[in-house]
Nanobody, 121 residues
Framework: QVQLVESGGDLVQPGGSLRLSCAASGRIFAIYVMGWYRQAPGKQRELVASISSGGNTNYADSVKGRFTISRDKAKNTVYLQMNSPKPEDTAVYYC???????????????WGKGTQVTVSS
């Protein structure tokens, strides 16, 4: 079994900062990509940022220059540093990972249960 557990969601003021964490645990052979999606009420889930095992990053245009994704491979953990958040960043943030549980299985996608981020004064 593989679990992804997010933490760090909170109420934050516009212009402040917040860091989300997501730790993967369980039977993990290799993690290839980790990242974050978010879903605001009444909207579709959208990709926020992702990072590959090689360190390549990808960001949604709406967060470029404000959010930074990083990864601690030794801890199977991915972070999302949110600087200068805006009210429109309010959403449930979900962590995901593309990984293999052993060298005989294909890459599968796993999801966390989400953490609420509210940006409001």
């Amino acid at each position: 079994q593989v679990q992804l557990v997010e933490s760090g969601g909170d109420l934050v003021q516009p212009g402040g900062s917040l860091r989300l964490s997501c730790a993967a645990s369980g039977r993990i052979f290799a993690i290839y990509v980790m990242g974050w999606y978010r879903q605001a009420p009444g909207k579709q889930r959208e990709l926020v940022a992702s990072i590959s095992s090689g360190g390549n990053t990808n960001y949604a245009d709406s967060v470029k220059g404000r959010f930074t994704i990083s990864r601690d491979k030794a801890k199977n953990t991915v972070y999302l540093q949110m600087n200068s958040p805006k009210p429109e960043d309010t959403a449930v943030y979900y962590c995901y990972a593309h990984l293999r549980t052993d060298d005989h299985t294909p890459v599968s996608e796993y999801w966390g249960k989400g953490t609420q981020v509210t940006v409001s004064s």
